[in-house]
């Protein structure tokens, strides 16, 4: 069994940055692919970014292309999301993920954190 706990969420003005972290325990991470997720109020939970076990490959949502940056510290069982330029729409609860393979699919992640709420002032 893993747990995963996600950090890093607030309130901030839309421009600003703000960095998510997910902790694993339990279950080395470097084991995992990694995903972050995001779901809005009333909207569907929707794939935002996710990295490969070794981190050489990423996967970007279009929403987060040149905005966001996802990385790992495997020494660290901790995986990242740099968001910059953040907009109204960001505003969601985020979630990270852990999967045998690097997919958008959100059935094929076994393992989720609670998630952390950004949310972001116009």
């Known amino acids: 069994q893993a747990q995963l706990v996600e950090s890093g969420g607030g309130l901030v003005q839309a421009g600003d940055s703000l960095r998510l972290s997910c902790v694993v325990s339990?279950?080395?991470?470097?084991?995992?692919?990694m995903g972050w997720f995001r779901q809005a109020p009333g909207k569907a939970r929707e794939f935002v970014a996710g990295?490969?076990?070794?981190?050489?490959?990423?996967d970007y949502a279009d929403s987060a292309k040149g905005r966001f940056t996802i990385s790992r510290d495997n020494a660290k069982n901790t995986v990242y999301l740099q968001m910059n330029s953040l907009k109204p729409e960001d505003t969601a609860v985020y979630c990270c993920?852990?999967?045998?393979?690097?997919?958008?699919?959100?059935?094929?992640?076994?393992?989720w954190g609670p998630g952390t709420q950004v949310t972001v002032s116009s």
């Open positions: 993920a852990a999967a045998a393979w690097l997919t958008r699919a959100q059935n094929y992640y076994d393992y």
């Open positions: 339990g279950r080395a991470v470097s084991n995992r692919a």
């Open positions: 990295i490969s076990r070794g981190g050489g490959t990423t």
